[in-house]
């Protein structure tokens, strides 16, 4: 499951701005608002840093702790929940184009892909790992659940994508089901 809902999360994310210009993908919907490009470089961002958590400080899950799978696989892709990123999630223009940040992220999603299928074949179950979620909001997550929520962020991004597009009335990059 976590492997499908990887691929299938960067296809539609990558579908969400693909053909957006990059002078397209620098327009902001309002003035406190994110552009396509720190959307993308938000993701890019947060993706690293959950890879990174995971491959560097994962520890053996507290028995305390509860399962939120069904949880984050319903309430991370959800807009209608509005949350604020974390300082250290924040865009700070360091890609200057989509396709330096998409290929950023492709890559960041390479790493959570190779390490998901290296647990696999070594039969370590994520559900017996935990890691400290860098959001305030998640607290300790198993790493099964850290990938659920990587997939559910990607989502999410690429709504707010389509929702940014649609605003502004860009219509380069229709994703492939996209429902708006």
């Known amino acids: 499951m976590l492997l499908r809902l ?5 296809e539609h994310f990558l579908g969400s701005f693909a053909g957006v210009s990059d002078a397209d993908s620098q327009r902001k919907p309002s003035a ?5 490009l720190e959307t993308v470089e938000h993701l890019t961002k947060a993706e690293s840093n959950m ?4 491959t560097e400080t994962r520890r053996p899950k507290s028995a305390d702790l509860p399962n939120r799978e069904q949880a984050f696989l ?3 892709p959800d807009r209608s929940m509005k949350m604020q990123s974390p300082e250290s999630g924040r865009p700070t223009g360091r890609f200057a184009s989509l396709t330096e940040a998409s290929a950023q992220f492709n890559s960041s999603r390479d790493q959570a892909i190779q390490f998901v299928e290296k647990c696999a074949d070594c039969g370590e179950d994520l559900r017996a790992t935990e890691v400290t979620h860098p959001h305030p909001l998640a607290g300790n997550v198993s ?3 850290m ?10 991004h690429a709504l707010q994508i389509e929702e940014i597009k649609k605003t502004l009335g ?3 990059g229709m994703a492939a089901g996209s429902q708006g």
Do not use: D, N, P, Q
Not at 6 to 10: M, Y
Not at 32 to 36: G, P
């Open 74 to 76: 319903k309430m991370v």
């Open 143 to 145: 790493c099964y659940e």
């Open 147 to 156: 990938v659920i929520i990587m997939a559910g962020h990607a989502e999410r």
């Open 32 to 36: 406190t608002s994110w552009c396509i």
């Open 170 to 172: 860009i219509t380069a």
């Open 51 to 54: 890879v990174r958590l995971m």
């Open 6 to 10: 990887l691929h299938a999360s960067r």
